[in-house]
Nanobody, 122 residues
């Protein structure tokens, strides 16, 4: 049974940068669309960024220009580089993987990471 394991969350100050990692095991991540969701307390889950197996990215308006999604197929790992962080970015971030974009957009993904907390506070 495959799984996704995330790392890289933490407490940072406004304006700082942070990189999240998401490593797949038990399956080949290269065959999947990878993505990141986030959920802040009391708010709905938000789709943040996705990347297909060909390396084409998609970003939500709230993070476009500040966040960069990437993947290293040799390491079976995806990344979310976050810059210019602000308190509104505070949330639990989840990485996901699925073969079909409509399933991802409906949060019906084959694989979910365990979530990693990102807190932006001065």
């Amino acid at each position: 049974q495959g799984q996704l394991v995330e790392s890289g969350g933490g407490l940072v100050q406004p304006g700082d940068s942070l990189r999240l990692s998401c490593t797949g095991s038990g399956f080949t991540l290269n065959d999947y669309i990878i993505g990141w969701f986030r959920q802040a307390p009391g708010k709905e889950r938000e789709a943040v960024a996705f990347m297909n197996s060909g390396g084409v990215p998609y970003y939500s308006d709230s993070v476009r220009g500040r966040f960069t999604i990437s993947r290293d197929n040799a390491k079976n790992t995806g990344y979310l580089q976050m810059t210019s962080l602000n308190p509104k970015d505070t949330a639990v971030y989840y990485c996901v993987a699925d073969r079909a974009l409509p399933r991802i957009l409906n949060a019906q993904c084959d694989y979910w990471g365990q979530g990693t907390q990102v807190t932006v506070s001065s």
